[in-house]
Structure formats: C-alpha cells, structure tokens
C-alpha cells in the first residue's frame, strides 16, 4: 500500500504541471509582452492617436528686442524668471524688417508677401494684396487630422479684418487667409479671446474643447506695443501660469512658446519655451527665426513643409526633453545558440523612434523588439539606442552572460515529461527521488507487502 501511494505520489508531482510552469519556463523574467509599447518606425500622418507631443500654445508679443527683456529684471522681473527656468532660445531672429504683418505671416505661412504686407494695415487697406489661397499651416494641421483655434484680445468679432481698439489685424495673420475669409467653419476659429483670456484656459480643461493648435495675440497693451515692458510682465505674470496649470499642460506633452514679432530696433528677439516635453534651466545657442517655430510644429506633427523657408529652417528640437531608453531580454541565463529575445522600453521623446542594437559580438539590428543568437560562450556588452523624430538619441547598456550549451560535469541531467521542463521543486524532488532514503522506503514497502500476502495465504489454508 505504501508503495502504491508513493508512485501516485511520484505520478502526479511530475506530470501535472503547475499554473506557472503552463505560462513560462524556468529561466524566464515576468514579462508581459503586451505592456511594451512597439511604436511605428516610420513616419505617418499625424492626428491627436499617434502624435507625442500634441499640444502648442503660442503667445505674441511686440517690439521689443533681446536686449530690452532678458537681463532687464527690473522691468520684467516674471519673464526673466520664466526664462531661467524653463529653455530661453538665445539667438532667435524674426524674419522681416518691414514691420508686424510679414512676421506674422511667417511663421503661419512660411513666406512673407512682402510685396504687399509691408502695408501693415488691414486685409482691404493694402494696396495688391490678394487672400491667401495656401497652403498655410491651418491647411497643414486639418490636412493631418488635427485642430487649431486662434484667439485675439479686444477683437469684436470672429476673423474680424478691420482695426478695433486695441486690436488690430495686423497682430491676426489668419484674417488675410481665404479660407477664414470666405468659410463660416473656419472663420470661427478665429475667436475674440474674452475678459483675462478666459474662454483659452477654460478651452485647456478638457482634450474635447482644447484644439492641438492654440494662438494668443495680446490686445496693444498687453502685447508691449503701446505699453510698458513692465505691463506687458505682468500680463504675462497672469495668464502663463493659468495656461502652464492647465489640465492639458497638466495630463499630456504640451508645450507653450512666447516671441515677440520683432525687434524695435534690432532683429534680435527674446523666444521662450516651457512646459512638461520642455527642458528646465535650459539656454539654446543655435540660431532660430519663425520659419524655426513653423519647422518644429511641422517637425513634432510628421507635416510637409509650406516653402523653402520653412523647410530649409532648423526646428527647435533642443529645446525638448530627449527620449530615455532601456531593455529587457529573455531568458535571464541564456546559452549558446539559443534565441534570446530583447525589448525596448522607450518613455519621452517624440515619436516615431528609429530603434538601433549591438550585441557585442560584431552584429546589429534594427526594431523594438528583435531576436538574437550568440554563436561562442561569454560576456557581452549590448548596447541599445533610440533617436526621436527630433533626431534627439539616448542611449543605454547592459553585459549579457551567455553560458555553454553542454551539461555541467557530474551534474543530474533533468528529465522533461511530455516536454515539458519540471520545475524548480519538481527537480528537487526528483534529486530527492533517487537518494537511498526513498530507495529503501521503495523496498521496505515491498517487503512489508510480500509479508502481508504471506500472513494472508496462511490465514486462508487454516
């Protein structure tokens, strides 16, 4: 009887397998594959599913060179802190010397139409202007599936093309657009922005209300044009916080970005950057102007570009936090010729990623999760690289040990049931298994059964 309940014992701690050894060999890190985000490794169309960095706010201001701003703490204490601690673009150029309206056009359109823009007056004062048929950056944004939404102080109605107050069209390069002028849809995207700029931040509390595209223009004052430096600080003191408090600002990659259109006296003018995908205490040496701003939307958003202006330009990519990379691979201890399987693990950056390997041994490859064999026993040093579609890269680097494939000497080889490899307690006890303790319970058993058949037969001849 003994023996007999001991092969059940045997029987059933070999073949039945254990939930865990159903889901993974021995050997085999808890990894699930379906956690690992595997982005496109090529560049697609843009729209808010497939896009990092989804949101750009951008503030306007007026007339004032680099000078006049950063260093001038007395007059603009706020904005000299807010370019210290966020990215300040150090060499940073409009694009015209003829005035607000061709800088405007800019950065929205790629070109200037200096021919007639140097009117700077309203759509039907300038002498040979002609609406804008595009494409400018609102056809690009639509064309990609995306939203745009421009705000204007002081502005009395939607897309208004006439001076009012404080706002003028010069500061609203979408009212000399065709499209804004002639269609009610886009037309209303072209809103007044309504007492401290409210209806924009209520706009920020919600991805259904918040457009990918957001314009500022500050109304005269606000913006330094006919007012001080230190009035157009405090404006700024205001409304940045509330914009960078944001629930958008607060849940998703958003960036907000502040120029000036250009220099009263110099070509030279102060740009900022801030947000959570931005760089802190960060100062930008390379030289940029607004066809830069337009190539980085064009960059972050996978768009065509507008002109030779705009493509030939440089986006503002160091300005952006860079992507951070690590990897995993399985199995744990692998051994000679045997696949070893490596996925990346990328966070920040913008997408798509081009995902490079080196494993150490003179081979390379491409993707986000790639398989590998190693041909001789030994340690090496894997190194993985990810560069962004802002051409930012980041690197990482482990040492993998690859063992030899042959059994260790006087080593038990371990027996595989139905080929399945037992587990760690499985192997144990069949270690245990064939030990003398076992072994002469086995034989105890027997004997004691041979005994009790014999008593039994005796008892049957009396």
Same mark, same amino acid.
């Given at each position: 009887?003994?023996?007999?309940?001991?092969?059940?014992?045997?029987?059933?701690?070999?073949?039945?397998?254990?939930?865990?050894?159903?889901?993974?060999?021995?050997?085999?890190?808890?990894?699930?594959?379906?956690?690992?985000?595997?982005?496109?490794?090529?560049?697609?169309?843009?729209?808010?599913?497939?896009?990092?960095?989804?949101?750009?706010?951008?503030?306007?201001?007026?007339?004032?060179?680099?000078?006049?701003?950063?260093?001038?703490?007395?007059?603009?204490?706020?904005?000299?802190?807010?370019?210290?601690?966020?990215?300040?673009?150090?060499?940073?150029?409009?694009?015209?010397?003829?005035?607000?309206?061709?800088?405007?056009?800019?950065?929205?359109?790629?070109?200037?139409?200096?021919?007639?823009?140097?009117?700077?007056?309203?759509?039907?004062?300038?002498?040979?202007?002609?609406?804008?048929?595009?494409?400018?950056?609102?056809?690009?944004?639509?064309?990609?599936?995306?939203?745009?939404?421009?705000?204007?102080?002081?502005?009395?109605?939607?897309?208004?093309?006439?001076?009012?107050?404080?706002?003028?069209?010069?500061?609203?390069?979408?009212?000399?657009?065709?499209?804004?002028?002639?269609?009610?849809?886009?037309?209303?995207?072209?809103?007044?922005?309504?007492?401290?700029?409210?209806?924009?931040?209520?706009?920020?509390?919600?991805?259904?209300?918040?457009?990918?595209?957001?314009?500022?223009?500050?109304?005269?004052?606000?913006?330094?044009?006919?007012?001080?430096?230190?009035?157009?600080?405090?404006?700024?003191?205001?409304?940045?916080?509330?914009?960078?408090?944001?629930?958008?600002?607060?849940?998703?990659?958003?960036?907000?970005?502040?120029?000036?259109?250009?220099?009263?006296?110099?070509?030279?003018?102060?740009?900022?950057?801030?947000?959570?995908?931005?760089?802190?205490?960060?100062?930008?040496?390379?030289?940029?102007?607004?066809?830069?701003?337009?190539?980085?939307?064009?960059?972050?958003?996978?768009?065509?570009?507008?002109?030779?202006?705009?493509?030939?330009?440089?986006?503002?990519?160091?300005?952006?936090?860079?992507? #951070?990379?690590? @990897?995993?691979?399985?199995?744990?201890? $692998?051994?000679?010729?045997?696949? &070893? +399987?490596?996925?990346?693990? %990328? *966070?920040?950056?913008?997408?798509?990623?081009?995902?490079?390997?080196?494993?150490?041994?003179?081979?390379?490859?491409?993707?986000?999760?790639?398989?590998?064999?190693?041909?001789?026993?030994?340690?090496?040093?894997?190194?993985?690289?990810?560069?962004?579609?802002?051409?930012?890269?980041?690197?990482?680097?482990?040492?993998?040990?690859?063992?030899?494939?042959?059994?260790?000497?006087?080593?038990?080889?371990?027996?595989?049931?139905?080929?399945?490899?037992?587990?760690?307690? #499985?192997?144990? @006890?069949?270690?245990?298994?064939?030990? $003398?303790?076992?072994?002469?319970? &086995? +034989?105890?058993?027997?004997? %004691? *059964?041979?005994?009790?058949?014999?008593?039994?037969?005796?008892?049957?001849?009396?």
């Amino acid at each position: 009887m003994v023996g007999v309940a001991l092969s059940l014992i045997i029987c059933s701690f070999v073949e039945a397998p254990s939930i865990s050894q159903t889901r993974q060999l021995p050997d085999t890190p808890n990894i699930s594959y379906s956690s690992y985000a595997h982005p496109s490794e090529t560049v697609v169309s843009a729209n808010s599913a497939n896009i990092s960095l989804a949101y750009f706010v951008i503030v306007f201001m007026e007339n004032k060179n680099y000078g006049d701003i950063i260093n001038n703490i007395a007059a603009a204490p706020y904005i000299n802190h807010l370019a210290s601690d966020k990215a300040i673009v150090a060499n940073y150029f409009d694009v015209s010397n003829n005035l607000s309206l061709p800088n405007y056009l800019g950065p929205t359109t790629g070109q200037t139409y200096n021919s007639w823009s140097s009117c700077n007056k309203p759509p039907s004062s300038c002498a040979g202007y002609t609406p804008i048929m595009g494409p400018t950056i609102t056809d690009e944004i639509e064309s990609a599936g995306l939203t745009w939404k421009a705000y204007m102080e002081n502005m009395p109605s939607n897309c208004y093309q006439n001076d009012f107050g404080q706002y003028v069209a010069r500061h609203d390069p979408f009212v000399y657009f065709s499209k804004v002028q002639n269609n009610e849809t886009e037309c209303n995207r072209v809103v007044p922005a309504s007492a401290n700029d409210s209806n924009l931040v209520q706009d920020l509390g919600s991805t259904s209300s918040a457009s990918n595209l957001m314009w500022l223009t500050p109304n005269l004052c606000d913006d330094m044009h006919n007012c001080t430096i230190s009035i157009g600080d405090t404006y700024l003191s205001h409304i940045v916080p509330e914009i960078l408090n944001s629930y958008i600002f607060h849940t998703h990659n958003a960036a907000l970005f502040i120029t000036w259109d250009e220099g009263s006296n110099s070509a030279h003018i102060p740009a900022i950057w801030a947000g959570a995908s931005v760089k802190n205490d960060y100062t930008s040496k390379v030289t940029y102007n607004h066809y830069s701003f337009l190539k980085t939307i064009e960059t972050a958003w996978h768009l065509p570009s507008l002109t030779s202006n705009d493509a030939g330009a440089s986006a503002m990519t160091d300005v952006f936090q860079s992507p #951070q990379s690590n @990897f995993t691979y399985i199995p744990a201890n $692998p051994q000679v010729r045997q696949k &070893v +399987t490596f996925v990346s693990a %990328v *966070t920040g950056g913008f997408s798509p990623y081009v995902h490079s390997w080196s494993f150490g041994d003179g081979t390379q490859a491409s993707g986000s999760t790639v398989n590998h064999d190693y041909a001789n026993p030994g340690s090496y040093d894997v190194v993985f690289s990810t560069k962004d579609s802002f051409n930012q890269a980041s690197y990482t680097a482990q040492t993998i040990f690859v063992s030899s494939a042959e059994a260790k000497p006087n080593s038990t080889k371990t027996p595989i049931v139905n080929n399945r490899v037992p587990t760690e307690n #499985q192997q144990a @006890f069949l270690v245990w298994l064939v030990s $003398p303790t076992p072994m002469s319970l &086995v +034989t105890g058993s027997a004997s %004691v *059964t041979v005994l009790l058949g014999s008593l039994s037969a005796s008892r049957k001849k009396r």
